[in-house]
């Protein structure tokens, strides 16, 4: 069997095309404008999903609330609506990102803990304010997380 080569580019050329590629990736990063209403989207999302606790009966009966799935369709709808907007998708997003997001979870359940324990004293008022929290926590770590993929796309 023999192999047939030509045509084929060089490795110059190869080359070339790779840096080439590499401008593409970084134009398309520095071009990319970030969607902070999609943003704050999952901001509201961690908040109502947070906010569930306050018609929780927490204690011997209790039975968690069913909107952690609706969150879960939620926060899919708003990634799909981000990626058509701007028009990437991220394959790999990096260490920042990934601790970003993992934050994300951490303060998520963490306030909807505290939410849980503020109902169970009788302080069902005060979950505004972790609620408050909440969004305010999740859009400033889903900037984070999404400035770190561009960042990642940058200089893949």
């Known amino acids: 069997m023999e192999n047939d080569f030509r ?12 840096s080439e ?5 970084r134009t398309l990063a520095d071009g990319t404008r970030v969607p902070r209403v999609l943003l704050a989207a ?3 999302v961690a908040a109502w999903w947070v906010a569930g606790a306050a018609a929780a009966s927490p204690g011997k009966n209790y039975e968690p ?10 926060v899919l709808i708003i990634t799909h609506l981000m990626n058509r907007e701007t028009g990437i998708r991220f394959q790999r997003m990096g260490p920042g ?4 997001m993992v934050a994300i979870l951490v303060v998520c359940l963490t306030l909807f803990s505290v939410s849980l324990g503020l109902v169970s004293l009788g302080a069902g008022w005060a979950v505004a304010f ?3 929290a909440a969004f ?3 859009t400033w770590l889903a900037l984070v997380a999404y400035r770190s993929a561009l960042e990642r796309l940058r200089h893949a």
């Open 7 to 18: 045509g084929w580019p060089s490795a110059d050329e190869a080359a070339a095309r790779l």
């Open 21 to 25: 590629m590499s401008g593409d990736r």
């Open 42 to 44: 999952y901001g509201g």
């Open 65 to 74: 609330p069913t909107s952690g799935w609706l969150a879960l369709v939620a």
């Open 97 to 100: 990102a990934t601790m970003a």
């Open 130 to 132: 972790t609620s408050l």
């Open 136 to 138: 305010g926590a999740v």
